[in-house]
């Protein structure tokens, strides 16, 4: 094939790189005819079109080498119709008995040899997924007219097309109605027409993937309407940043959006329209942003509808969402949020404590379910009720902390960090509110003369130990053995234990803290953990020689999980803390 009549959309191979005719004719000052194709592979050409600051054609590809200018005559690699394409890749005329192994859909397709067929007698039968990707596939009406196609691929139920020379909708189309068992339609890296509003409809296909198509919003709902009783979607890779009000079948419940160029959230406000949208994958955008205003996010007043009312299901991974206001909106945007995926967002690699201490991106997680309350599953790991419970905890404390920072600002700061925090109410329902400093005079005079309403006077100075350091085998750098941490009164344990495991890198409720209050009490010979001593008084104290004490041991009080200030615990200005890991936990 070396030059034949050329037209706009043409699709044609050089050497094995797929590409489509843009424009045909003169180039600036450059002699004789041109042919200005877009590739597929937008790495292969050397412009976008323009030549010496004259744009001679526009390329679907955004990248800026995805044109080039050739000479009309070249030795284009020949087409194949869809039945030469099956003969070749299923029929060989010397075949062997079989057997590579390909992948289609994330299913295993098995590619069968000659003998199989020919005991078959050249039918497919028992075979349910053809893959015909890159066969240079090019429209035969031809291949319609005898019935072989229907005969051959009567029980083909998965067909993939894609990165072929298909030019129309309509001429995939004329291949596909021919089987009969047809539920998945793969037509990746096709760059097609999608033709007239109305023509051949397939009720059977269920799957549709149209990823990698360059096409448009309108242009991908345009295709999906062929499709009535379509149930899943993939669009994927084809640069959309926004998407319209065009409509998608009523029936679709999985829409997948990955590795386009969404950067807001209300970019998919259409899809409210979508009755039974279940799953939604926003994989690999560039989301920062709900793309409402903050302030009524904050505020919680002129809050957008939902964006689907209907989504459990939403993959945000690999995105570039760096703060808490686009996990915070979530119940309101998706309200039947089950299931949420956030891995790899910048959030996760810089986050703090109120007081700047850095934070682990397991750390992130649990204040990503905190922040959740309906949520099952967080990046494919279920939610105990355990872990809810320590996320929750652990966030009230990090709120808590929040607002001790700015009580200087008066009641104003103080609401605005509650503001900041939409479960903070709810929270404080379940657990109880922690008690926070009001105010706050300044520096603190020299020790022992605070001003009772100081910072200082707030404050606990603890100082922690590890009774076994070989049962965190995982401390994260710089954590040592021992530390001294100064704690508002008003946190509640909950919190404290939220932030020591913080630091240790371990669940709050693989912690057991233990008060060594430095102080001694007698043994009683004869009672036993768990008895109780009925009576007690000074002369028992002396009775070591007639056998009732058996000496004394130090005094240690544990601090149980509650809403109980530790404030109310400590008598002073703070302790010494023993730290253990549960048994069962490491």
Same mark, same amino acid.
């Not at 292969?44 to 976008?48: D, I, S, T």
């Not at 994330?106 to 590619?111: L, P, R, T």
């Not at 009783?229 to 979607?233: A, D, F, M, P, Q």
């Not at 070591?544 to 041991?553: A, I, L, N, P």
């Given at each position: 094939?070396?030059?034949?009549?050329y037209h706009?959309?043409?699709?044609?191979s050089?050497?094995?790189?797929?590409?489509?005719?843009?424009?045909?004719?003169p180039?600036?000052?450059?002699a004789g005819?041109?042919v200005?194709? @877009?590739?597929?592979?937008?790495t292969?050409?050397?412009?976008?079109g323009?030549h010496?600051?004259?744009?001679?054609? @526009?390329?679907?590809?955004?990248?800026?080498?995805?044109g080039?200018?050739?000479?009309?005559?070249?030795p284009?690699?020949?087409?194949r119709?869809?039945?030469?394409?099956?003969r070749?890749k299923?029929?060989?005329e010397?075949?062997g008995?079989?057997?590579?192994?390909?992948?289609?859909s994330?299913?295993?397709?098995?590619?069968i040899?000659?003998e199989k067929f020919?005991?078959? &007698?050249?039918?497919?039968q028992? %075979?349910?997924?053809?893959?015909?990707?890159?066969?240079r596939?090019?429209?035969?009406?031809?291949?319609? +007219?005898?019935?072989?196609?229907?005969e051959?691929?009567?029980?083909?139920t998965?067909l993939?097309l894609?990165s072929n020379?298909?030019?129309?909708?309509d001429?995939?189309?004329?291949?596909a109605?021919?089987?009969p068992?047809?539920?998945?339609?793969?037509?990746?890296?096709?760059?097609?027409?999608?033709?007239?509003e109305h023509?051949t409809?397939l009720?059977?296909?269920?799957?549709?993937?149209l990823?990698n198509?360059?096409?448009d919003w309108? +242009?991908i709902?345009a295709?999906?309407?062929?499709?009535p009783?379509?149930?899943?979607?993939t669009?994927?890779s084809?640069?959309?940043q *926004?998407?319209?009000?065009q409509?998608?079948?009523?029936?679709?419940?999985?829409?997948?959006?990955s590795?386009?160029k969404?950067?807001?959230l209300?970019?998919?406000?259409p899809?409210?329209s979508?009755?039974?949208?279940?799953?939604l994958?926003l994989?690999?955008?560039?989301i920062t942003?709900?793309g409402f205003?903050p302030a009524?996010? %904050?505020?919680?007043t002129?809050?957008? &509808?939902?964006?689907?009312?209907?989504?459990?299901?939403?993959?945000l991974?690999?995105?570039?969402?760096?703060?808490?206001?686009?996990?915070?909106?979530?119940?309101?945007?998706?309200?039947?949020l089950?299931h949420?995926?956030?891995?790899?967002?910048?959030?996760?690699?810089?986050?703090?404590t109120?007081?700047?201490?850095p934070?682990?991106?397991?750390?992130?997680?649990?204040?990503? %379910?905190?922040r959740?309350?309906?949520l099952?599953?967080?990046?494919?790991s279920?939610?105990?009720e355990?872990?809810?419970?320590n996320?929750?905890t652990?966030?009230?404390?990090?709120i808590?902390?929040? %607002?001790?920072?700015?009580?200087?600002?008066?009641?104003?700061g103080v609401?605005?960090v509650?503001?900041?925090h939409p479960r903070?109410?709810e929270?404080?329902?379940?657990?109880?509110e922690?008690?926070i400093?009001s105010?706050?005079?300044?520096?603190? *005079?020299?020790?022992?003369?605070?001003?009772?309403?100081?910072l200082?006077?707030?404050?606990?100075?603890?100082t922690?130990?590890?009774a076994?350091?070989?049962?965190?085998?995982h401390?994260?750098?710089?954590?040592e053995?021992?530390?001294?941490?100064?704690i508002?009164?008003?946190?509640?344990?909950?919190?404290?234990l939220?932030?020591?495991g913080?630091?240790?890198?371990?669940?709050?409720?693989?912690l057991?803290?233990v008060?060594?209050t430095g102080?001694w009490?007698?043994v009683?010979?004869?009672?036993g953990?768990? &008895?109780?001593?009925?009576?007690w008084?000074?002369?028992?104290e002396?009775a070591?020689?007639?056998?009732?004490?058996?000496?004394?041991?130090k005094?240690?009080?544990?601090?149980v999980?509650?809403?109980?200030?530790v404030?109310?615990?400590? @008598?002073g200005?703070?302790?010494v803390?023993r730290?253990?890991?549960?048994?069962g936990?490491?």
């Open positions: 094939m070396s030059e034949p009549p706009i959309g043409q699709r044609l050089l050497k094995g790189q797929l590409c489509t005719i843009r424009y045909i004719g180039v600036s000052d450059k005819e041109w200005g194709v @877009e590739w597929d592979d937008t292969r050409g050397k412009h976008n323009t010496q600051g004259v744009n001679h054609f @526009e390329c679907r590809s955004s990248s800026p080498t995805a080039s200018f050739l000479r009309p005559k070249q284009w690699d020949p087409s119709t869809f039945l030469q394409a099956l070749e299923y029929m060989p010397e075949a008995t079989g057997g590579d192994i390909v992948y289609f994330g299913k295993q397709a098995e590619e040899g000659f020919s005991k078959r &007698q050249a039918q497919l028992g %075979i349910h997924v053809l893959v015909l990707d890159h066969m596939i090019r429209s035969d009406s031809s291949d319609a +007219e005898d019935g072989t196609i229907e051959i691929c009567a029980h083909i998965d993939d894609g020379l298909f030019e129309t909708l001429e995939i189309l004329d291949i109605k021919l089987l068992k047809l539920r998945t339609l793969t037509l990746d890296g096709n760059r097609i027409h999608t033709g007239p023509g409809t009720i059977n296909v269920k799957s549709l993937s990823s198509t360059l096409l309108h +242009e709902c295709v999906a309407s062929r499709f009783n379509l149930v899943s979607l669009a994927a084809n640069e959309l *926004a998407i319209t009000n409509t998608l079948p009523c029936h679709l419940q999985t829409l997948d959006l590795s386009n969404f950067t807001a209300s970019s998919l406000s899809l409210h979508l009755p039974a949208l279940r799953t994958s994989k690999a955008n560039l942003t709900t205003p009524n996010l %904050i505020n919680g002129n809050l957008p &509808q939902p964006l689907s009312p209907t989504l459990h299901t939403l993959d991974s690999h995105n570039a969402i760096s703060t808490w206001l686009p996990i915070n909106a979530l119940p309101s945007l998706y309200p039947s089950l949420l995926r956030t891995s790899s967002n910048p959030l996760y690699s810089h986050l703090t109120p007081s700047g201490a934070l682990t991106p397991e750390d992130g997680y649990m204040l990503t %379910i905190a959740l309350p309906a099952q599953t967080l990046n494919y279920a939610i105990t355990k872990e809810r419970l996320a929750e652990y966030y009230l404390g990090q808590a902390a929040s %607002i001790s920072l700015v009580t200087t600002a008066g009641p104003e609401e605005g509650k503001a900041e903070w109410k929270l404080v329902e379940e657990y109880g922690p008690r400093p105010t706050i005079t300044g520096a603190a *005079a020299k020790e022992g003369e605070k001003n009772p309403h100081s200082a006077a707030q404050l606990l100075t603890l922690f130990h590890l076994s350091p070989s049962s965190f085998p401390l994260p750098p710089g954590v053995g021992e530390w001294t941490d100064r508002p009164k008003s946190f509640s344990i909950y919190t404290l939220s932030r020591v913080a630091k240790l890198g371990v669940l709050p409720m693989e057991r803290l008060w060594e102080e009490d007698p009683m010979r004869g009672i953990v768990g &008895q109780e001593v009925e009576e008084d000074s002369c028992d002396e070591g020689e007639d056998g009732k004490t058996e000496g004394v041991m005094r240690e009080v544990e601090l999980a509650g809403t109980r200030g404030g109310t615990v400590f @008598e200005g703070g302790g803390v730290v253990e890991r549960r048994e936990t490491t």
